[in-house]
């Protein structure tokens, strides 16, 4: 009996379940020993020689950006990842994913910009708490400096922006010198900058406010979900009359913080930015304000004047959202006030010019003797920019009178198919249809090319040491003279085949009359390949090879 009821009664209160153990504390954020601005942080990678050749060559071209319906999606990704293992200042980091990074002109073989990510391979691998480490080989940073120099000015304003000092990078055993070290654009990072690190993160490159522009914002956080509406919403926003327009922005992002972005990003030059191209830079949708707000990405061409050694403007206005709060005086106001803010809380020119010599001196150890001439034109910049950017806000703000530029797709128009014979040297000698021989086939937006004879010429660029070009022109009906041409790196001249990619190998059409001086740009080489039969450099020695191509025509 006394069982029974005991029985009864466990049924009746079954057991308390016990106290689930609590989670985890987080690991301490130690990560800010990675971004310490006095030192130069050690990165040494080692991995599998093939790898290594398959991640450096990996590459994209013009035409892979540029083609067909370039703005309808964000761009496509050519690298991969490769397993390797990392020690970063001593520390040993197995099965690291290393890829390589950059968008066109940062691209190379001998020196790529890579990503690291620690659990690429590894679940939960950490560096210091940090999921991945972003190193810039510094390919358009001649100086090393601006993009530390320049986060610092974004920071100093009041900008969300990265973390940034030096790495010494070697790849197995193999020195490739100074990299700057970026934090990374992930969760981490916004964490440390809002209260809530769940939103979504979108990448903008060569992205707008537009309808025909939103295609390219890529998402890098939640990414199965696939939603634009805030961007939808500041699209339509964008497009609202003057009267309504700061309300309606105001709405959907972060205008005091745009504002910001905007003034530093024109303050420090940075053309390739949202406001001078709608490149470069990311957006945060904060679920705890409800709005989007800018992070600024990609600065390594900043401080620095235009190859004519013209200054760079006092207000950039390409991105839609510069060309239209520029339209209403409260914009224009706003702008300016931002921009005098900024002069007088970021831009110490005696701080930045001791925080100048406080990297050159880091580096200076690490670094060829033309690096610090470059650090000599950043500082240039630094002490002149203030005097400039004032006259222009005295001078007044005004709406901006040309257009929003139009799509920039590649068109495909034609194609080319080409052989040569020529010799080594012949580039300077203007009797052109005695200096080779050779074919010159193709059409041009339907019409063939049908030469009635054919000459070549090639060697080393007149102009442009280091470079080599080859001619081969046609003589056309109408007394006109249809010439294709490739240029390339000397170091890319060998027997054997150099794909036209638009930057190191550059391949044209033109057509001139010679008895007006007439001339015109017919396209661009791109998509096709120079292959060399006979390429020695001696003076007389053969040169030969061919050339086939698709042409493209280009709106800019």
Same mark, same amino acid.
């Given at each position: ?15 308390? =379940?016990?106290?689930? !153990? ?8 130690? %990560? ?41 999606? =964000? ?5 991969? +990842? ?25 691209l190379s073989s001998d020196k790529p910009s890579l990503k690291l990510k620690l659990d690429e391979f590894v679940a939960g691998q950490r560096v210091h708490g940090l999921p991945r480490l972003t190193l810039n080989n510094n390919a358009q940073d001649p100086s090393a400096i601006r993009q530390?120099?320049?986060y610092g000015v974004f920071a100093r304003a009041g900008v969300p922006a990265p973390r940034c000092n030096f790495a010494h990078v070697t790849v197995n055993g193999v020195d490739l010198g100074v990299f700057t070290h970026v934090e990374s654009m992930d969760k981490h990072l916004i964490g440390r900058h809002f209260d809530d690190d769940n939103g979504?993160?979108? !990448? ?6 537009? &309808? ?8 890098? #956080? ?28 105001? &709405? ?23 406001? *001078? ?6 957006? +945060?949708?904060?679920?705890? %304000? ?11 061409? #900043? ?8 200054? =760079? =403007? ?122 080779? %021989?050779? #074919? ?61 990619? *638009? ?25 096709? #390949? ?27």
């Amino acid at each position: 009996m006394i069982a029974a009821t005991l029985a009864l009664a466990a049924l009746a209160c079954p057991a308390v =379940p016990p106290e689930p !153990e609590p989670d985890p504390e987080p690991a301490p954020d130690t %990560s800010g020993v990675l971004f310490e601005p006095e030192r130069v942080i050690e990165v040494a990678i080692e991995i599998a020689e093939g790898d290594w050749d398959e991640l450096r060559f990996q590459s994209r071209s013009i035409v892979d950006i540029f083609g067909g319906d370039c703005l309808a999606q =964000p761009f496509a990704d050519p690298f991969s +990842y490769f397993p390797a293992t990392v020690t970063v200042d001593g520390e040993v980091l197995a099965d690291v994913g290393v890829r390589k990074k950059g968008f066109l002109g940062s691209l190379s073989s001998d020196k790529p910009s890579l990503k690291l990510k620690l659990d690429e391979f590894v679940a939960g691998q950490r560096v210091h708490g940090l999921p991945r480490l972003t190193l810039n080989n510094n390919a358009q940073d001649p100086s090393a400096i601006r993009q530390c120099l320049g986060y610092g000015v974004f920071a100093r304003a009041g900008v969300p922006a990265p973390r940034c000092n030096f790495a010494h990078v070697t790849v197995n055993g193999v020195d490739l010198g100074v990299f700057t070290h970026v934090e990374s654009m992930d969760k981490h990072l916004i964490g440390r900058h809002f209260d809530d690190d769940n939103g979504d993160l979108w !990448e903008g490159t060569l992205s707008d406010f537009r &309808a025909s522009w939103t295609g390219t914002f890529e998402k890098k #956080t939640n990414e199965a979900d696939v939603d634009k509406a805030h961007i939808d919403a500041v699209t339509v926003a964008a497009g609202a009359p003057d009267a309504e327009l700061i309300a309606e922005l105001e &709405a959907q992002i972060d205008l005091d913080g745009f504002f910001a972005l905007w003034a530093t990003e024109s303050l420090v030059g940075h053309w390739d930015g949202y406001g *001078g191209n709608t490149n470069n830079f990311y957006l +945060y949708d904060d679920p705890t %304000s409800g709005l989007l707000h800018f992070l600024p990405w990609g600065i390594d061409q #900043t401080f620095v004047n235009g190859g004519g050694g013209e200054t =760079p =403007p006092a207000v950039t206005t390409v991105g839609v959202l510069a060309h239209r709060l520029l339209d209403v005086a409260e914009g224009r106001e706003r702008y300016a006030s931002a921009m005098r803010r900024l002069l007088d809380d970021a831009w110490d020119e005696a701080a930045l010019d001791a925080e100048i010599d406080r990297m050159t001196a880091l580096i200076e150890p690490l670094v060829p003797p033309e690096t610090l001439t470059a650090i000599g034109d950043v500082r240039g910049f630094v002490d002149a920019r203030r005097d400039g950017v004032t006259a222009a806000l005295d001078a007044g703000l005004a709406p901006v009178t040309e257009p929003l530029r139009d799509a920039f797709c590649f068109e495909l128009i034609g194609d080319v198919d080409v052989t040569f014979a020529t010799t080594w040297g012949t580039i300077v000698n203007d009797d052109i249809f005695n200096t080779g %021989s050779g #074919t010159l086939a193709g059409t041009v937006r339907g019409n063939a090319i049908v030469p009635a004879q054919v000459g070549s010429r090639g060697g080393g660029h007149p102009e442009q040491p280091g470079r080599v070009v080859v001619q081969v022109f046609g003589a056309m009906p109408d007394q006109s003279i249809v010439a294709a041409a490739v240029e390339l790196d000397e170091a890319q001249l060998a027997e054997g085949t150099v794909e036209l990619d *638009g930057e190191q190998a550059i391949g044209y059409l033109v057509r001139f009359v010679p008895a007006t001086g007439a001339n015109e740009l017919l396209g661009l080489l791109l998509a096709g #390949t120079l292959t060399l039969s006979a390429a020695s450099t001696d003076e007389g020695a053969a040169f030969e090879g061919s050339i086939v191509s698709e042409l493209y025509w280009f709106p800019f």
